[in-house]
């Protein structure tokens, strides 16, 4: 089992950057396909980024291509996104994901109902 804890949400002008960190339990977190996910008052949780067990294969969303990136540091047991050239439509609560995958595969997963273990979510607010 994996425990999720997310870090570095805040609040910043637009056109500045964050970057959000999630920290996992568990000896097998390199083993995890990792994902962000968001969620914005009366929206349903949308996805922003994932990345394979070894951070080869990434994947972000339309909305967020170009200027959020993620990766990971499976020595440190954490997952990264770099957030760059915020808009206030990025304002939203953040969670990160993990599903097992093995050493061996390439997948990642840009649907919520893939992920078994969610973080409790931090908040980004991006004010104009």
């Known amino acids: 089992q994996v425990q999720l804890v997310e870090s570095g949400g805040g609040l910043v002008q637009a056109g500045g950057s964050l970057r959000l960190s999630c920290a996992a339990s568990g000896r097998t977190f390199s083993s995890y396909a990792m994902g962000w996910f968001r969620q914005a008052p009366g929206k349903e949780r949308e996805f922003v980024a994932a990345i394979n067990w070894s951070g080869g294969v990434t994947s972000c969303s339309d909305s967020v291509k170009g200027r959020f990136t993620i990766s990971r540091d499976n020595a440190k047991n954490t997952v990264y996104l770099q957030m760059n050239s915020l808009k206030p439509e990025d304002t939203a609560a953040y969670y990160c994901?993990?599903?097992?995958?093995?050493?061996?595969?390439?997948?990642?997963?840009?649907?919520?109902?893939?992920?078994?273990?969610w973080g409790q979510g931090t908040q980004v607010t991006v004010s104009s």
């Open positions: 994901a993990a599903v097992q995958t093995g050493y061996s595969s390439y997948s990642l997963f840009t649907r919520a109902s893939r992920y078994d273990y």
